[in-house]
């Protein structure tokens, strides 16, 4: 697996941003992508909307979220601490340790209910469709 580090488009991220595409390092031309706003959706990369409804794409960041739709977190499915666990949306719980994400570092990265697991593409792909999965820091 190759690591995602993606970065935010803005230089420095404020307590809470709309609008921000989240991209892999190996391609800024992707974007972190929910399949749909339904709860259990799987989270891939595809190409940047760039013009259009780009809500699919389109990051809260802030509260230690990633908030798509309003109310749709990034999500770990079943919680599951292990390499290769996919990543899916559902709706905003508080508290909820499965939507904890902290933002920013010196790297970009986004790491996953402690410093312990970051967001990586399966098998370092970066097709459109491309799984988004935990890998170890």
């Known amino acids: 697996m190759s690591q995602f580090w993606p970065s935010l488009l803005s230089l420095a991220l404020a307590a809470s941003t709309t609008n921000q595409f989240i991209h892999p390092s190996v391609d800024s031309g992707k974007c972190l992508t929910a399949a749909s706003n339904s709860d259990g959706a799987p989270v891939t990369i595809s190409d940047c909307i760039t013009t259009g409804d780009a809500s699919s794409q389109s990051w809260t960041t802030g509260s230690g979220t990633l908030v798509l739709y309003g109310n749709k977190c990034l999500d770990v499915t079943g919680g599951v601490a292990a ?4 990543l899916q ?5 508080t508290n909820d340790a499965n939507q904890a994400w902290s933002t920013g570092g010196a790297s970009g990265s986004i790491t996953w ?14 097709a459109d469709g491309t799984v988004v999965c935990l890998f170890p820091v």
């Open 89 to 93: 949306i559902w709706t905003c719980t």
């Open 113 to 126: 209910n402690g410093p312990d697991w970051c967001l990586d593409l399966t098998k370092g792909a970066d």
């Open 83 to 86: 390499s290769g666990t996919r």
